[in-house]
């Protein structure tokens, strides 16, 4: 997450004007949504490791020659038998499916999954930062709307006088 020159710089919210404040808003829930979308995309990879990893527990002699469903599409089964409980085919991404056995395949789930909490964990302290951001420039352009409504209530109720 790489963060461009331009938007390491501070800047005092106060001297800016109230279109430049509404377009450093627009960007700050941009990047909060993107931010959080990632997370939320991540999270979801990361839940079906974890399911994955817990469905391998499954994987003993006492189930083996059991009956079960086969998925051939997500809503499309057909009747199966689990004949061999030591090893499994393992989709490492791209395509490509690796044989491993039961050991260490859930070794394998579970790298898998402390990698996505690292990700998860580098990704939050960003997102918490861009949140604050963006209140720090709702509440700056509260009160220079408010300046702006003081001063015109000022002026209209002099020019009443």
């Given at each position: 997450l790489g963060l461009s020159p331009v938007s390491k710089m501070a800047v005092n919210l106060a001297e800016l004007t109230l279109p430049q404040l509404e377009g450093l808003k627009g960007q700050l829930e941009q990047e909060v949504e993107f931010l959080t979308s990632s997370i939320g995309q991540l999270k979801v990879v990361?839940?079906?490791?974890?399911?994955?990893?817990?469905?391998?527990?499954?994987?003993?002699?006492?189930?083996?020659?059991?009956?079960?469903?086969?998925?051939?599409?997500s809503s499309m089964y057909v009747p199966g038998t689990l004949n061999d409980v030591e090893r499994v085919l393992v989709d490492v991404g791209t395509g490509y499916y690796v044989?491993?056995?039961?050991?260490?395949?859930?070794?394998?789930?579970?790298?898998?999954?402390?990698?996505?909490?690292?990700?998860?964990?580098?990704?939050?302290?960003a997102l918490q930062e861009k949140h604050s951001m963006k209140q720090?420039?709702?509440?700056?352009?509260?009160?220079?709307i408010q300046q702006i409504q003081s001063v015109q209530a000022a002026q209209s109720s002099t020019t009443k006088a």
């Open positions: 990361q839940t079906k490791y974890v399911e994955a990893k817990e469905c391998l527990n499954m994987l003993n002699k006492n189930n083996e020659g059991k009956e079960l469903l086969v998925p051939l599409t044989e491993k056995n039961v050991d260490n395949t859930k070794e394998f789930f579970k790298r898998k999954i402390e990698f996505l909490t690292k990700q998860i964990e580098k990704i939050q302290p720090a420039v709702i509440e700056v352009m509260n009160m220079k």
